[in-house]
């Protein structure tokens, strides 16, 4: 199946969002408290590659689709008004 990237995700809690950049890589905004962290993450295990392919097919509704404009405007909020944690 061919699926136009990047696509976005969000959990219901609003506390994680998802930029899928393809079938083997994303990028992850999450908040915690008044810290944010943002990764990217590639995928190197199956398990990791299964993750993204159910993020894209919304497997069990555990995503909700987000715009891309929400994503952006999350990052942008969580960048200029939070401390960014790094690992």
Not at 57 to 72: G, K, Q
Request: charged share 25%; hydrophobic share 35%; glycine share 2%.
């Amino acid at each position: 199946m061919n699926y136009d990237f990047p696509i976005f995700r969000k959990y219901s809690h609003d506390k994680t969002y998802f930029r899928i950049n393809s079938k083997e890589n994303f990028d992850e905004l999450i908040i915690i408290g008044s810290y944010y962290i943002y990764r990217n993450q590639q995928a190197l295990i199956l398990p990791e590659f299964i993750m993204i392919v159910d993020m894209i097919d919304n497997l069990n509704n555990h995503w909700l689709p987000i715009t891309e404009n929400e994503f952006d405007e999350k990052l942008s909020n969580c960048r200029s008004e939070l401390s960014e944690k790094t690992f």
